[in-house]
Each structure stands twice: as structure tokens, then as C-alpha cells.
């Protein structure tokens, strides 16, 4: 049994999603609710919940601001918001999920799968990268959906991102590949953009990682890691510019 807590200024809000998690989710208990910053750090404190539903707007504050003053930590956090551009945000600071208002039924219940599996592995919640990454301009570590759980992983070590159908490959300095179930548009969205260049519409590249440009054969990208990259012949100009401005 998942204990949740649900932190949401809205009472109809926490009434909606308290119904869809009662009738669709069997494996969840309802242990708390609250409806500001103060309210909410006290429910954890006393509920220990497994996995907090946390709205990112509320009338005293916001949900960054529990995640950064609440003690008890061995949680984890499905973002609920009404606004897109914070649920971006929430995915960018590694939190395990995020539903848009109103709830959907089926995001729901697969947050509520992933936490349960993710549970199952580890003994702590994802807080330590999520408020590393609060703490930075762009994000220093990604949280990566394993059979397993999550495997955390730096920036700097990602070479490039290579799309595939709906799913993405990561790889590493380390020579290994991540298969990851998010699309390629969400990495160039998530990562700075000074730092990885859309190289092709298939391959996001690591400027850091970029080993040499060849010319021939329509132009093209050498990683560090001896692979070899496309550069679409509309993105030479761009690509050069952004190779200038990072060497500097």
C-alpha cells in the first residue's frame, strides 16, 4: 500500500484527485491533505508518506518551497499543476512526474505504477537530485527511469542523445547506452542550450564532448567518443557559432 499526501490550494482539486486515486488507484491510501506551505510540512512530518501529489503554486508559496524546508524526506513527488511551462520545469529539476490539471486518468495511474516500482528499489525519495538541480541555473544530474528504479547521472557525462521512434538513446563517457522512454524534444528543452546543440533532428550532441567537424560527405560530427554524428546542412552556420561561443 502507497500512503499519499495531496498539497493543493484548491479544495475541489484535492477532492478530484483524492476520487480518481480512491477508484483507480487500489493500491493507494489517502493518509493526509493540505492546502499551504505550512499546513503541507506539518502532514508529512506526521503522515511520513510515500508519495506526495504536490501542486507548484499555492497561496503562501510554493512547492518548492516544502520540498526545501520539509525534514522528513523518504518520499517520492508527482508535480500537479495547471500550467504547462511549471510542469517543464518540474521535469527539468528530476522530480519523477508530473500530471497537468485537470488529472488524467491513465497519467495517473502510471505515476502511481512508476512510484510503486521505483519504491521497491531504493530506500529514499528524489530529493537529493531534485534539490541539487533547484539549486542551479540548468541541471547538473538527470533521473533516469531504469527496470529498477532510477539511475542518476551527470550532465557532463552525457556525449549525445540519439532519438529513437518515441524513445531515446543516452550515452555516456563510460561507453554505455540508456534507453529512455522520453522523446528527444524533452532533453533540448530540459538541457542549456549552450552547452548541447541540436545537431540533426534525430541526434542531440554534447558541445563539450565534440571532437572534431569534417567537412566531406555533407558535413559532419565527430564525438569524443569516436562516433559519428550528422550535421544537418541547414545547421553548419549555427553549429559553428555555438562551437565559438562555448570555446570561449
Keep these: ?4 499526501v495531496i498539497i493543493d490550494d484548491e479544495p475541489d ?33 506526521d503522515k511520513k508518506p510515500d508519495l506526495v501529489f504536490l501542486d507548484i503554486e499555492l497561496q503562501d508559496g510554493t512547492g518548492f518551497d516544502i520540498l526545501e524546508k520539509c525534514r522528513y524526506r523518504n518520499f517520492d513527488v508527482v508535480f500537479i499543476t495547471a500550467y504547462n511551462q511549471y510542469a517543464i520545469k518540474a521535469f527539468k529539476h528530476s522530480a519523477i512526474d508530473y500530471i497537468l490539471k485537470p488529472a488524467d486518468i491513465n497519467e495517473l495511474k502510471e505515476a502511481v505504477v512508476k512510484v510503486s516500482r521505483s519504491r521497491s528499489e531504493k530506500s529514499i525519495g528524489n530529493f537529493s537530485i531534485l534539490l541539487d538541480n533547484l539549486k542551479s541555473e540548468s541541471p547538473r544530474k538527470l533521473a533516469i527511469p531504469t527496470l529498477q528504479g532510477y539511475e542518476y547521472i551527470m550532465v557532463d557525462n552525457i556525449v549525445r542523445i540519439e532519438a529513437e521512434r518515441s524513445y531515446c538513446n543516452i550515452y555516456l563517457l563510460d561507453k554505455r547506452k540508456i534507453m529512455v522512454s522520453r522523446c528527444l524534444n524533452d532533453y533540448q528543452q530540459i538541457l542549456d542550450e549552450r552547452k548541447f546543440f541540436r545537431a540533426h533532428n534525430s541526434h542531440l550532441i554534447n558541445l563539450k564532448h565534440v571532437k572534431m567537424y569534417v567537412k566531406r560527405d555533407g558535413g559532419h560530427v565527430e564525438m569524443i567518443d569516436g562516433s559519428i554524428v550528422p550535421l544537418a546542412r541547414r545547421k553548419k552556420d549555427y553549429f559553428m557559432e555555438a562551437m565559438s561561443i562555448f570555446m570561449t
Aim: hydrophobic content about 45%.
Design 1 to 4: 500500500m502507497i500512503n499519499v
Design 13 to 45: 482539486s484535492i477532492s478530484f484527485l483524492g476520487s480518481l486515486l480512491r477508484e483507480f488507484c487500489p493500491n493507494v491510501n489517502i493518509s493526509g491533505t493540505a492546502d499551504n506551505v505550512v499546513h503541507a510540512l506539518r502532514e508529512i512530518e
